[in-house]
């Protein structure tokens, strides 16, 4: 294919991505989105989760995340750091998830509560008189080893609080994230099949992986995260039936064998490789990552998929017809996701270093001096060159490729 020829197809295939999918997501092309909470977000896990998926899903946009959680801060807190740590990064999109250290581990507290109340309201006056749009997003639950999280009292604290920033987009017209309630009806599900069931993984107020992907998984949905990837719909004689968000071409049947080229406008979810077990939990794939594909009329009674010739997965001829989820059976398509995922989760790493281990570093009085002044500005600087690197590859990783995919019949 000719130069010109290749990037008009790019561009044609770049507009596959249905645009009133694009309008609904609260996060836009040309996004500085910064995340702002306590230790929780500090964790870098919900967070990327996020982050990941949006470069995923819009590829051809120009955006940039920046997490600024702090270990155990509250909502108070984070307005007296917002001017050093927030306002520099010029966000045009912010969420903040303060909750968990403001109520202070106890019950339901009025005054604390007020006050928690009062900081979040300046935190969103804050942002929004400096250009930025805001999600209040609530605290999670706390997940202790006991079969009614519902009814401990530190929870129904966090019921309150999290009712209470409810009220507050409501009454400044900004949005609301409640990870709250799914996330304690997961909880409460996982207690009736056993009392003691932990399914965040993590201790009790600090989820593992598993725990932020539900984490995300809630927050995107409010955020009115688009489910779709692409799909795809053949017959057995390799007929394209239909086509979404993706181009098919060269499909054919040959001695039982369909093959076919697919080029897709956007990646599946990266999901973290240590939260994959999270779909026992939650229909993360089909709410925020729908991959498929449909082939019909097959007369074997399993088909290996094979994609770029590398193994994929196995699919029974039934589960082929009704539509199949290759998010996570993708091969090198779910494998680029997950590289996706590698290079987010590094650039995310180098900027808490930069940040915190650099910038915010003070030393004391008597090491003070130019040459350390100028060490740190050398340092600063290859962090800076680094975190752009790291963007830059993860911009290339981001942009789906062509594959060859073969369904032929599996060995039984």
């Known amino acids: 294919m000719k130069p010109l020829a290749l990037l008009t197809y790019a561009i044609v295939l770049s507009t596959l991505v249905r645009p009133s999918a694009a309008a609904e997501f609260a996060i836009h092309d040309g996004e500085r989105v910064v995340f702002l909470g306590d230790s929780i977000t500090e964790q870098r896990l919900y967070t990327t989760?996020?982050?990941?998926?949006?470069?995923?899903?819009?590829?051809?946009?120009?955006?940039?995340?920046?997490n600024i959680g702090w270990g155990g801060d509250t909502a108070q807190g984070g307005l007296g750091r917002a001017s050093r740590d927030m306002l520099p990064l010029k966000p045009t999109f912010a969420t903040i998830d303060f909750?968990?250290?403001d109520h202070g581990y106890?019950?339901?507290?009025?005054?604390?509560?007020?006050?928690?109340?009062?900081?979040?309201?300046?935190l969103v006056a804050l942002l929004k008189a400096n250009g930025s749009r805001v999600a209040l997003v609530t605290p999670q639950p706390i997940e202790d080893k006991r079969p009614d999280p519902h009814k401990d009292v530190r929870n129904e604290s966090l019921r309150k609080m999290s009712d209470g920033l409810r009220e507050i987009a409501d009454k400044e017209k900004i949005l609301?994230?409640?990870?709250?309630?799914?996330?304690?009806?997961?909880m409460l599900k996982a207690r009736q099949a056993d009392p003691a069931a932990l399914i965040g993984g993590g201790d009790a107020v600090h989820p593992g992986p598993v725990g932020h992907t539900i984490m995300a998984w809630a927050i995107l949905k409010s955020l009115g995260a688009p489910a779709a990837v692409s799909s795809a719909e053949l017959t057995a004689t390799g007929k394209l039936v239909?086509?979404?968000?993706?181009?098919?071409?060269?499909?054919?049947?040959?001695?039982?064998?369909?093959?076919?080229?697919?080029?897709?406008?956007?990646?599946?979810m990266p999901v973290n490789p240590q939260a994959e077990a999270v779909t026992q939990f939650i229909p993360l794939l089909?709410?925020?990552?729908?991959?498929?594909?449909?082939?019909?009329?097959?007369?074997?009674?399993?088909?290996?998929?094979?994609?770029?010739?590398?193994?994929?997965?196995?699919?029974?001829a039934q589960e082929l017809a009704q539509g199949c989820n290759l998010t996570l059976s993708a091969g090198p398509i779910t494998e680029q996701a997950r590289q996706l995922w590698?290079?987010?989760?590094?650039?995310?790493?180098?900027?808490?270093?930069?940040?915190?281990?650099?910038?915010?570093?003070?030393?004391?009085?008597?090491?003070?001096?130019?040459?350390?002044?100028?060490?740190r500005d050398k340092e600063l600087a290859r962090l800076d060159a680094r975190i752009a690197q790291l963007e830059t590859k993860i911009d290339v990783l981001r942009k789906p490729l062509l594959h060859k995919f073969v369904l032929k019949p599996a060995t039984p």
């Open 176 to 186: 609301f994230a409640d990870q709250f309630d799914p996330y304690m009806a997961v």
């Open 286 to 316: 089909a709410d925020l990552s729908r991959y498929e594909l449909k082939v019909t009329k097959l007369t074997a009674p399993k088909y290996q998929l094979l994609i770029d010739d590398k193994p994929a997965a196995v699919f029974t």
């Open 49 to 66: 989760v996020i982050e990941a998926y949006t470069l995923a899903r819009f590829p051809q946009w120009k955006l940039a995340f920046r």
């Open 342 to 375: 590698v290079s987010v989760v590094e650039k995310n790493n180098a900027f808490y270093q930069r940040w915190r281990e650099v910038q915010l570093y003070g030393p004391p009085e008597w090491a003070k001096s130019p040459a350390f002044e100028a060490a």
């Open 99 to 101: 909750g968990m250290n």
């Open 242 to 268: 239909a086509a979404t968000a993706c181009r098919i071409a060269d499909a054919k049947m040959d001695a039982g064998v369909l093959t076919f080229t697919r080029e897709d406008a956007v990646l599946p």
């Open 106 to 122: 106890r019950a339901h507290d009025e005054g604390i509560y007020k006050n928690y109340i009062d900081k979040q309201t300046q």
